[in-house]
């Protein structure tokens, strides 16, 4: 791989992409196996049907499976958000504290110096 073939992805991009691939396969399998479960029990069925609603079945697993990982994504950049919302406002606040302490301590220093 080379840098015009996008040989130089960084390690956690790569690692997520590859896991991404990994997830889907197991939904896809997991809809397959779901799909064999359902055809097996309607025993009526012609093994061209029976092909055809696992693929169907597959189909609707994975387009589930996708919806609730996007969902699920969502709700983790919803929440992303207001934990750092809320973690620079309580930074903010330290800070603020801080700043008031060293005052507090300059004036007393000052004061101190005055009346020695």
Do not use: K, N
């Not at 696992?54 to 994504?73: C, G, K, N, V």
Request: with cysteine.
């Amino acid at each position: 791989m080379t840098a015009e073939d996008g040989g130089d992805r960084a390690g956690p991009a790569l690692v997520r992409e590859i896991e991404g691939h990994l997830l889907l396969a197991a939904a896809r399998q997991e809809g397959r196996t779901a799909g064999a479960r359902l055809a097996s029990r309607l025993g009526w069925l012609t093994e061209t049907q029976r092909e055809d609603l696992q693929a169907q079945f597959e189909a609707e697993y994975l387009t589930l499976t996708r919806a609730s990982w996007h969902r699920t994504a969502e709700r983790a950049e919803e929440l992303r958000r207001g934990y750092e919302a809320r973690y620079r406002t309580l930074r903010t606040r330290l800070l603020a504290c801080l700043l008031l302490g060293c005052a507090v301590l300059a004036g007393s220093a000052l004061v101190l110096a005055a009346a020695g």
